[in-house]
T-cell receptor
Framework: KNQVEQSPQSLIILEGKNCTLQ??????????LRWYKQDTGRGPVSLTI?????NTKSNGRYTATLDADTKQSSLHITASQLSDSASYIC?????????????FGTGTRLTVIP | KAGVTQTPRYLIKTRGQQVTLSCSPI?????VSWYQQTPGQGLQFLFE???????NKGNFPGRFSGRQFSNSRSEMNVSTLELGDSALYLC?????????????FGPGTRLTVL
């Protein structure tokens, strides 16, 4: 069964600290993996996308890694800011089909406190 | 370029009523997908429209339906509302061509069923 699991479910960190969010998936075959950031009351916004051959992708203070062999990805946030408080969603795409071949994790709720 | 817009942003209905939600995609995007997001389930795929045709469908009952117009704008209808339909309904648009097309999400419509 194609699944995407994220951990932890929620996380509270102090402003300025680093954190790492995890995403494990069983989706096969694999096309790409995206990390989205979703602010409260807003739609998700793409942070990074990685294909099978990529193992690291950065977007400012956000760095995503992918190990396609173990089917694991992580999102590392450096020097966190209050504006990083949001839900982070991992989405894995299978190559066949359209939007119905996107598999969503339930997200990690990150809260950054001063 | 304007982003994806959804109307209304908030809606309160009672059980048994029906509701229509609207989504205007980014100009030039031909694919529109609809998702239901609840705290426990994460994002659940409802359906995808491409060039006025439903291209893919998720596992939702027939009470959930949609359509797409020639200008790519899309509407989603839910009939005979149930309490469990309370959720954030997100619309996402993409060019709709290759498998790496990024989806751009709208801000969502928050539906509350009383």
């Amino acid at each position: 069964k194609n699944q995407v699991e994220q951990s932890p479910q929620s996380l509270i960190i102090l402003e300025g600290k680093n954190c790492t969010l995890q995403c494990n998936y069983t989706v096969s075959p694999f096309s790409n993996l995206r990390w989205y950031k979703q602010d409260t009351g807003r739609g998700p916004v793409s942070l990074t996308i990685m294909t099978f051959s990529e193992n690291t992708k950065s977007n400012g203070r956000y760095t995503a890694t992918l190990d396609a062999d173990t089917k694991q990805s992580s999102l590392h946030i450096t020097a966190s800011q209050l504006s990083d408080s949001a839900s982070y969603i991992c989405v894995v795409k299978s190559p066949r089909g359209g939007a119905n071949n996107l598999f969503f994790g339930t997200g990690t709720r990150l809260t950054v406190i001063p | 370029k304007a982003g994806v817009t959804q109307t209304p942003r908030y809606l309160i209905k009672t059980r048994g009523q029906q509701v229509t939600l609207s989504c205007s995609p980014i100009s030039g995007h031909r694919s529109v997908s609809w998702y239901q997001q609840t705290p426990g389930q994460g994002l659940q795929f409802l359906f995808e429209y491409f060039s006025e045709t439903q291209r893919n469908k998720g596992n939702f009952p027939g009470r959930f339906s949609g359509r797409q117009f020639s200008n790519s704008r899309s509407e989603m209808n839910v009939s005979t509302l149930e309490l469990g339909d309370s959720a954030l309904y997100l619309c996402a648009s993409s060019l709709g061509g290759t498998e790496h097309n990024e989806q751009f999400f709208g801000p969502g419509t928050r539906l509350t069923v009383l």
